[in-house]
């Protein structure tokens, strides 16, 4: 692991232009998923819905790895690694969203998922020594006082207290959860694996935990005959799953999790841009304080020196 990796080191400015494209496509990306996933709830259950998703997400991955001649070849051990970090990424993290997207508003849930940036940067240092510098911790900080704004000016659409606290439950178990599977990518034995195989193994084998999942919850498989569902599932699918995971595993494996999961940050503020677009969001004081406030303590962050905690 080299010294950008571990986070030690500052991101300099070419390397900075290396990860911008991944970064700002993940970021891109994930902020529109959130508008997609509110057009999956309705007729199908959400357990199906996901199962649908990571299905036809796997497919693509294992038929991309075949294609581009990755071994897809994993030892009954790294099979076991892949198959825990698929069911916390691909299962019970989008069980979470969808779950949490039927009581409060998608809006809400990006801006809960924001704080993934806290447990990565916490669990990073814990499991994989990279250390947190002072001044990641304040741009974190920044960040954040900007997310709580974003959090506050939801708060005003959000429905009953009981839907509210339902919605955010759920919100902090799939990112939770999430974390875990995140960390876990960007540790020892996952970067020994293929990335390629490694994300396609994880999502077959949380696909398979899904359908386990919907079948207990839901019985037999549920279908939506209208266009727009199978279109979102597709996106979901291709684009938000297959293209965005992989992306995003490139940068876990450049620059940490923690670093990485300041698309999780921006992704509120980008999300809320595209629903001015297509919902008619208006925009307050604070939601717009808060973008900047996230904005600024990203460029804050990512061009800290992290000090490094010891070896394990």
């Known amino acids: 692991m080299d010294a950008a990796t571990a986070g030690t080191a500052p991101l300099v400015a070419e390397r900075q232009v290396k990860l911008a494209l991944p970064f700002v496509l993940v970021t891109l990306i994930w902020s529109s998923t959130w508008l997609v996933v509110r057009g999956q709830l309705g007729v199908v259950p959400p357990a199906w819905s996901v199962t649908y998703r990571f299905g036809v997400a796997a497919a693509a991955m294992l038929a991309y790895a075949r294609v581009s001649g990755i071994s897809l070849r994993l030892t009954p051990r790294q099979h076991g690694f892949a198959a825990a970090y698929g069911i916390a990424q691909y299962a019970l993290n989008y069980f979470g969203v969808y779950l949490a997207e039927r009581s409060v ?12 940036l806290l447990p990565n940067a916490i669990l990073a240092r814990l499991f994989l020594a990279q250390g947190v510098s ?43 959860v999430a974390s875990i599977a995140q960390v876990a990518q960007g540790s020892a034995p996952a970067r020994a694996i293929p990335m390629a195989s490694f994300v396609a193994w ?13 079948f207990t919850l839901d019985g037999s498989p549920v279908f939506d005959a209208s266009p727009a569902y199978w279109g979102g599932t597709l996106y979901l699918a291709l684009i938000g799953s297959a293209l965005a995971f992989t992306l995003y595993a490139r940068l876990i494996h450049a620059v940490g999790p923690g670093r990485a999961a300041y698309t999780s940050v921006l992704t509120p503020a980008i999300a809320m841009l595209l629903s001015t677009l297509f919902e008619g969001y208006r925009w307050s004081w604070e939601a717009a304080l808060g973008c900047a406030a996230a904005l600024a303590g990203l460029a804050v962050a990512l061009r800290a020196r992290q000090s490094a905690s010891p070896a394990r």
């Open 134 to 176: 002072r001044r990641f911790v304040a741009g974190s900080a920044i960040a954040l006082g900007g997310i709580a704004l974003l959090f506050a000016h939801e708060l005003h659409a959000a429905p009953s207290a009981h839907r509210l606290a339902v919605g955010i439950g759920w919100s902090l178990f799939a990112v939770l």
């Open 105 to 116: 508003t998608s809006g809400l849930v990006a801006v809960v998922f924001a704080l993934l």
């Open 202 to 214: 994880g999502m077959a084998w949380g696909a398979a935990f899904d359908t386990c999942v919907a």
